[in-house]
């Protein structure tokens, strides 16, 4: 079953889920409403046996009315049961006041008893977190819940998803046959979505021969064949990709460097991980190796106060390969799990800066023969297919392992994840959503993919 096939049996199950909940409820109701039109004498009269005895013979003759009594002496049994009742009542009314009065007398012991249990739980909640968190350490495992990055996929795309459906719309508004002015409408319409010219046209050209959409008739059945091969392509050119993150052998620090131009949220990404993997019961140190930027050591410093992690620093202007340097040596003398470096914002086509960053991995790779893990590559998606020109030349001058997309949730291109696995064939490691920590989350194709297409296919 493809990603398509998969994405349409989902999204089926999600409309179909408010109208079983409905059917479900409504037999409830039909058997609660038959259930009490069945009920019998004789039923009744077993309920009733469960009271204590003088109510059992009090509610026996009118339980029984259909062969013992008539209709005025079930009345008259009826008016004793209510008065019963009614009597009882009262006397529980005034039993629960005398209780509510002792209650209150012994509050004080009560209250002091409780905030001794209380802090005996709260130190045995912390201790079961503590071990929680060596559990995760132990296996590396990534403890996302299911349902909440179904949610965040969502909420974050949905800008993403509005623009998707609003051209569409406008293409298909226009839908009369599919003939070559339906294709060059195609491909404006795509290209618009920042999935890139190259993809655009590849699209365009394998859906020419697609039987399906010269079966089409509707406007609706247009979409979806188009949407499957647009998920089809995206499946089949990231066969091959590998979107987890690289980890150093036991008792090596893992080296993560990161990469980018100003201004796509380098240092922030740095932050949120360092947030991250210190949950998870990681030792995470950070490396300020971006010296040049006025306040870069500062922001740094701020998210690692956040997060409860150290930071390596060096003097204004200093040589960036100094600080790591410094922070390769810390984290294998000290036993650190985690090294994330911060290097400075570069201009691609910015030799001299190309250079200082292949210095600085020569100096990892000097201390540590199989580092750095990773070179991820932070991207802004809001600049669209200017990222992508980034992604390229980068990957030209440096060794990039995979990307961070930024700041998603507040563009309507996230047609450019389409873009970068078909041309560059460089995985997408993780994706931002907003500004929070856990705004940041590992990428996962299929939530991506439902994500902006779960209000198109029908």
Do not use: C
């Not at 209650?103 to 912390?126: F, H, L």
């Not at 609003?166 to 298909?172: E, G, S």
């Amino acid at each position: 079953m493809g990603l398509f096939d998969i994405f349409k049996k989902r999204n089926k199950s999600a409309e179909e889920t408010p109208d079983s909940t409905a059917s479900e409820s409504n037999q409830a109701k039909s058997q609660s409403e038959s259930t009490q039109t069945a009920t019998t004498p004789a039923a009744s009269d077993s309920q009733t046996h469960q009271g204590p005895a003088s109510e059992a013979k009090l509610s026996r003759p009118l339980n029984e009315k259909i062969s013992l009594v008539n209709d005025s002496e079930a009345a008259i049994w009826q008016g004793a049961l209510t008065s019963k009742s009614k009597s009882e009542s009262e006397s529980a009314a005034d039993s629960k006041s005398q209780d509510a009065s002792k209650a209150d007398s012994a509050s004080d012991e009560q209250a002091s008893t409780s905030a001794s249990a209380s802090q005996a739980t709260v130190a045995e909640s912390e201790q079961v977190v503590v071990e929680n968190e060596e559990v995760a350490y132990e296996t590396g495992d990534v403890t996302d819940d299911e349902d909440d990055d179904k949610t965040a996929y969502a909420a974050g795309l949905e800008k993403s998803r509005t623009s998707f459906a609003d051209r569409f719309n406008r293409f298909l508004s226009n839908f009369r046959t599919v003939d070559e002015a339906f294709f060059e409408d195609l491909e404006e319409t795509l290209i618009g979505a920042d999935v890139g010219f190259e993809l655009s046209m590849r699209i365009s050209d394998e859906l020419r021969e697609e039987v399906k959409l010269q079966n089409a008739k509707k406007p609706a059945d247009v979409q979806n064949v188009i949407i499957e091969k647009m998920v089809d392509i995206y499946e089949a050119d990231g066969e091959n990709e590998n979107s987890q993150m690289h980890w150093a052998p036991a008792g090596e620090p893992t080296v993560v460097l990161f990469v980018g131009v100003n201004g796509v949220g380098k240092t922030t990404t740095i932050g949120k991980m360092a947030e991250r993997y210190r949950k998870e019961g990681k030792r995470v140190l950070l490396a300020a190796a971006d010296t040049f930027r006025a306040g870069a050591t500062r922001q740094l410093e701020e998210w690692g106060q956040r997060a409860d992690v150290p930071v390596v620093t060096g003097a204004p202007q200093a040589d960036p390969a100094s600080v790591v340097f410094e922070g390769v040596k810390r984290a294998k003398d000290e036993g650190f799990d985690l090294l994330l470096v911060d290097t400075a914002g570069r201009l691609q086509n910015n030799v001299n800066l190309m250079q200082e960053l292949a210095k600085m991995k020569r100096i990892i790779s000097r201390e540590l023969p199989n580092a750095p893990e990773e070179v991820l590559l932070v991207l802004d998606a809001t600049t669209g297919q200017n990222a992508l020109q980034q992604a390229k030349l980068f990957q030209e001058s440096s060794d990039v392992t995979g990307i961070v997309l930024t700041k998603v949730d507040g563009t309507g291109k996230g047609g450019i994840v389409f873009a970068i696995r078909s041309q560059m064939h460089l995985p997408v490691k993780w994706i931002g959503f907003g500004e929070k920590a856990s705004d940041l989350r590992p990428f996962k194709s299929d939530e991506f993919v439902y994500g902006l297409f779960k209000d198109l296919v029908q």
